[in-house]
């Protein structure tokens, strides 16, 4: 069993800034891609960025400059810094990861239950 949990989401003013985590755990074996996505009332989830395992990032052109996603390999973590939040940036934010399981062949995408971040004044 893998499970993902997200902590960090919130309220906060316009031009901002909050961090959110997401730690993996459970039967693991090794983690690929591990990213962030969000949704926004009746909005498609998207993208938001994503790192590999050996640390190459990749951003929506949206978040470019303002925030910074990172990952702690050590322990199965990934960060996203957010700075000069807009509302715009209101969602709720996904974690996910690619993860091979101990008694699995193949990697299998699992996601995290969610995170509201809303920035508002």
């Known amino acids: 069993q893998v499970q993902l949990v997200e902590s960090g989401g919130g309220l906060v003013q316009p031009g901002g800034s909050l961090r959110l985590s997401c730690a993996a755990s459970?039967?693991?074996?090794?983690?690929?891609?591990m990213g962030w996505y969000r949704q926004a009332p009746g909005k498609q989830r998207k993208l938001v960025a994503d790192i590999t395992s050996g640390g190459s990032t990749n951003y929506a052109d949206s978040v470019k400059g303002r925030f910074t996603i990172s990952r702690d390999n050590a322990k199965n973590t990934v960060y996203l810094q957010m700075h000069g939040l807009k509302p715009e940036d209101t969602a709720v934010y996904y974690c996910n990861a690619d993860i091979l399981g101990i008694s699995s062949y193949y990697l299998h995408r699992y996601w995290g239950q969610g995170t509201q971040v809303t920035s508002s004044s």
């Open positions: 459970g039967s693991i074996r090794s983690i690929n891609t």
